[in-house]
């Protein structure tokens, strides 16, 4: 630690010594509007950089820039971009406050082109998104695009993942490894994490900027932890707010939908729900110095349906012909005992589940959404900026995470206070959530079968009565026995199964919501995040290159009084990262630029990771580039990786950390899943060997003829280490080039090699040591009411690899506008461990987008195909196969100059093909949308 915090004093006083030498160098703001020559309209998405030193550079958003220059004019700019010839334009003493700038069409240099934006750290962060390949919706396609919200806008980016987890909240990931809780992957809101801090990842755009507030969105595939942290392991998406100083003015938006069109019973069509959505945004500049912006949107819809009642093993969804029936989207029939049976002719074990819940019961369909963000914004300069802001997100909805969760009045409150300066950044920001009365399904439906009858009473019912049958019940009717099992016959402390609606049912379900006890589902997690940074831009310490220097401390402080981490009365938790890093950006020869970095990770229960990236771009020709990049990360456990121990009704979800897995005892106690399902495979098959004696008998020789196989999935301490962080080293590569100067192509491959993958590792935990007793542990594997599933975090003792390869086209013509991209993406290694990798991505998906966004006067349209290709997913939730599905997209747009007004009428997902993006997870259907907006701002 010590050597740590001298590192950070060594950094902070670079930065003071960085600030004295450049106060010394006279800096002139250029302010300009770029214009279409042919049209008089404003362009988007133009590169300016400056001819003396091209990594000073900015992008053109809505005609209108401004860029620093370290120079005395006169001095000239370069204006590049897709569809327009290059111009150098002289910058004198009497233009460079209002330069006006006319692009005549066609011509385009690819060498800046890539240029989409700026982070904190610097203009040379230009370069990084060059060598990385991103892609970007600037403002105009996010106007034009065929989609309800922003969020479905990003599906047809190449490589991009996006995950349904309800109406209101979908989870971006690329290059695989997706989870509806990722944490490999980062969002950023105007530089800002916006994870919710007791889940450690982004909820969507549940508490985010509403759609009249966002400027662009950015998405980079990829390792990016030199830039954006030691958790960016698969890609960051960047959200850019308006500025209220570039769009002033007052915008109203609403939108409504129809959900899932389809025929009704009866002929005609019916919508299985509505939504509506309504956004408020108001800025306003005082002067060229002081302005400020608020904006809200409120949402009310019937959230999308999670009705998969297939069995999760694929056998028949008739509770009366299969005892081993166990709902995708049933809960509380999770708990289970294997049963041998003896049929005549047939000896085998029948797995046996509880009887369960939809989830249509448990939980009303219903999503509401209300946010607010407001933000002061002062300029001591014209090159800086003091910004102070608020961001308020309040919802009603379904998430996936272990299990299905009811979000009910869960509440994200963010601040923020930064500072933007020509050289010097810094940045102040909290994150604190309200779990409010939100409950877990799974947690819900096994309380209300406990409330019935405990699990040891209702498998030995079930058991008695199928093998011999009472009075007035048939042996070997598994329909009669689970009848039986269900009712309340016996004793007083059974009662007759709750009915899903009854007046009980809903009376019990009232009580157990509202109850964060032992007996309860409800969550606890008001968890909060600290973050300070600052950063530092130098360029003057080598000729015609810029260094940044940054530094970044993370506090986690997770409250879940005991129902998610161990942080019960007197034994608080929390949890720091600390990072120091520097870039290094330069031009070399013409055309040959070279990006490199350096980022120093420590984390509380880790010690100091150094992980350096190097990265090349080489111009062949003013039409094509070449770019290589490698780089080595590190991604520490999650706060839940770390900490979990978390009761979820039909399993148990533990981080790795040593005090949470010896505190439930599981080195020396447990199995691995996979050695209990060949141990049951393996008696199966030999009990038709042994013809002599009981079935009971039998089965006892079975189990001891294969007792090896249980042995050797004994869980010690060689089996299960503590975690540790996760590393990975990345290869890219790839190639941009202009085709008869209208046809974009971008074409590029990668190749991660991951150790110490962190995964999970599904275990069973017996009463009874196997250790100690080997014989008594096997009777207890296949039953509930001894033995208890584990889900722990942990790595693969064996390395992981994926590589990929991404295609990227744009065509540009006067009358349209087309795009193609594919992705194909593989995990070439299937470890051989205990431990499940969750590759979870398709194979291959590919995307086509056709349209114009004025194809007449006032007048656009937009057509979106996506085609995903069938999958395994795998999580703690559940395991199952996506299929194959396509979807078209379509919207028609109108202008409205004389009103300030767009109105949109569009449809997602027009041919009605039902589809997926997660087992387990609601299923969307046709959308139907419209929308009205009213916009004031000049932009």
């Known amino acids: 630690m010590n050597k740590f915090f001298k590192g950070l004093l060594v950094c902070l006083l670079l930065f003071s010594a960085s600030s004295w030498v450049n106060a010394q160098t006279e800096t002139v703001t250029v302010k300009g509007l770029v214009t279409n020559a042919s049209t008089g309209e404003l362009v988007d998405g133009v590169n300016v950089v400056y001819e003396d030193d091209k990594t000073v550079g900015v992008l053109v958003s809505q005609g209108r820039f401004q860029l620093d220059i370290e120079s005395t004019p006169p001095f000239f700019l370069i204006f590049s971009g897709i569809g327009y010839q290059e111009r150098r334009v002289q910058v004198t003493i009497n233009n460079f406050q209002n330069l006006q700038v006319t692009l005549v069409e066609s011509t385009t240099q690819l060498d800046d082109v890539s240029v989409l934006g700026e982070s904190n750290e610097g203009k040379g962060a230009d370069l990084i998104l060059s060598a990385f390949s991103p892609d970007k919706l600037t403002l105009a396609d996010l106007k034009h695009s065929a989609n309800l919200n922003l969020y479905d806008g990003l599906s047809t980016l190449k ?82 707010s308006k500025s209220p ?4 003015g007052v915008a109203v938006q609403y939108k409504a939908a129809s959900l ?28 060229d110095r002081f302005a400020f912006k608020v904006s809200t949107t409120y949402i009310k819809a019937d959230d999308f349906l999670s009705n ?73 300069s014209d090159s800086e900026e003091v910004i102070v802001g608020l961001n308020h997100g309040l919802a009603d909805a379904m998430i996936t995470g272990d299990n299905r969760i009811a979000l009910r009045g869960f509440s994200i409150l963010q601040g923020k206070a930064e500072y933007q300066g020509r050289k010097l950044s810094l940045k102040g920001y909290f994150t604190k959530q309200n779990s409010g009365e939100s409950f877990d399904l799974g947690l819900l439906a096994k309380q209300i079968n406990l409330y019935a009858k405990d699990n040891a009473s209702w498998f030995r019912h079930y058991e008695s ?54 007996s309860g589902a409800r969550i606890v997690d008001n968890s909060a995040m600290y973050n300070l940074s600052a950063a530092y831009k130098e360029t003057g310490l080598f000729s015609n290159a810029v260094v940044n220097f940054g530094v970044n401390f993370r506090q986690y402080l997770p409250e879940s009084k005991g129902t998610i981490f161990p942080d019960t009365l007197g ?6 990262e600390a990072s120091l890093y520097s870039t290094f950006d330069k031009e070399f020869t013409e055309g040959l630029r070279l990006h490199g970095a350096l980022r120093v990770d420590k984390n509380e229960n ?79 098959a030999d009990l038709e060997k042994f013809d002599q004696g009981t079935a009971d008998y039998r089965l006892t020789l079975a189990e001891l003829n294969n007792l090896d196989i249980l042995k050797a999935g004994i869980i010690t301490k060689n089996e299960l280490n503590e975690i540790r962080p996760e590393k990975v080293i990345s290869l890219e590569g790839g190639f941009k080039s202009f085709l008869w100067k209208r046809l974009f192509i971008d074409v590029g491959g990668y190749y991660n090699g991951y150790t110490d993958f962190i995964g999970i590792y599904r275990l069973v935990r017996v009463q009874t040591s196997p250790l100690i007793d080997l014989v008594q542990a096997s009777k207890q594997v296949n039953n509930d009411s001894q033995s208890r ?59 086509f987008v056709f349209g114009q966004n004025s194809v007449l006067k006032n007048f656009g349209y937009r057509f979106n195909v996506r085609y995903r290709e069938g999958f395994m997913w795998e999580s703690a939730f559940l395991d199952g196969m996506l299929p194959t599905y396509t979807a078209l997209d379509f919207q028609l747009n109108w202008r409205l100059p004389k009103l300030n007004s767009d109105i949109k009428l569009g449809a997602n997902n027009l041919t009605g093909t039902r589809y997926t993006n997660h087992f387990g997870g609601p299923t969307v259907d046709r959308i139907w949308f419209i929308s009205y907006t009213f916009n004031t701002s000049s932009n």
Do not use: C
């Open 789 to 847: 599933e584990y889900y722990v975090a942990g790595n693969s003792k064996e390395s992981v690899r994926t590589f990929g390869l991404e295609f990227n086209s744009e065509y540009t013509h006067r009358l349209f506008i087309a795009k193609f991209n594919a992705t194909y993406n593989r995990l070439i290694t299937n470890t051989s461990s205990d431990i499940t990798p969750a590759f979870n991505t398709p194979e291959l998906k590919m995307n």
């Open 245 to 248: 100083f570039e769009y002033p």
């Open 260 to 287: 899932g069109l389809q025929k009704a019973p009866l002929g005609g069509y019916g919508s299985n729900g509505l939504a509506n959505e309504l956004a408020f945004r108001y800025a306003h500049a005082f002067n």
């Open 308 to 380: 998969n009642y297939n069995d999760v093993n694929g056998g028949d969804s008739d509770l009366d012909d299969n005892p081993s029936y166990s709902g995708v989207n049933v809960y509380g029939d999770e708990t289970g005992v294997f049963l041998f049976t003896v049929i005549p002719g047939e000896f085998k074990y029948t797995p046996i589940f509880r009887t369960g819940y939809k989830e249509e019961d448990l939980a009303i369909n219903k999503v509401e959404n209300l946010k607010a963000n407001a933000s002061f914004h002062f300029k001591p």
């Open 606 to 684: 880790y010690p100091i990771f150094v992980n350096p990236i190097v990265a090349i771009l080489k111009d062949l020709n003013a039409e094509t580039n070449l770019r290589l990049s490698i780089q080595r990360a590190v991604r520490f456990p999650s706060l839940r990786e770390q900490f979990q121990n978390q009761d979820l009704g039909g399993r148990v979800i533990l981080g790795g950390l040593d005090p949470i897995i010896d505190g439930n005892e599981i080195r020396g106690n447990s199995f691995t899943i996979s050695s209990i399902y060949s141990f049951n495979r393996a008696v199966e």
């Open 571 to 576: 034994n608080d938790i929390s949890l720091y």
């Open 465 to 518: 009565v199928y093998k011999y049958g009472t009075i007035f019940v048939d042996s070997l009717d598994h329909k009669q026995a689970r009848e039986f099992a269900d009712s309340g016959i016996g004793r007083s402390e059974w009662k007759n199964r709750p009915e899903a609606n009854s007046d009980e049912f809903n009376t019990l379900k009232a009580s157990i919501v509202n109850d964060a006890g032992p």
């Open 159 to 240: 490589a991009v993942d996006l995950t349904t987890q309800s109406y209101l909240v979908k989870t971006v990931n690329t290059r695989g490894f997706n989870t509806t809780a990722n944490t490999r992957f980062t969002q950023v809101v105007d530089g800002i994490d916006n994870q919710a801090p007791g889940l450690n990842f982004s909820i969507g755009n549940l508490a985010g900027l509403t759609d009249l507030d966002v400027e662009s969105m950015v998405v980079i595939p990829g390792a990016q932890s030199a830039q954006y942290g030691s958790g960016t392991f698969n890609g960051v998406l960047q959200i850019n």
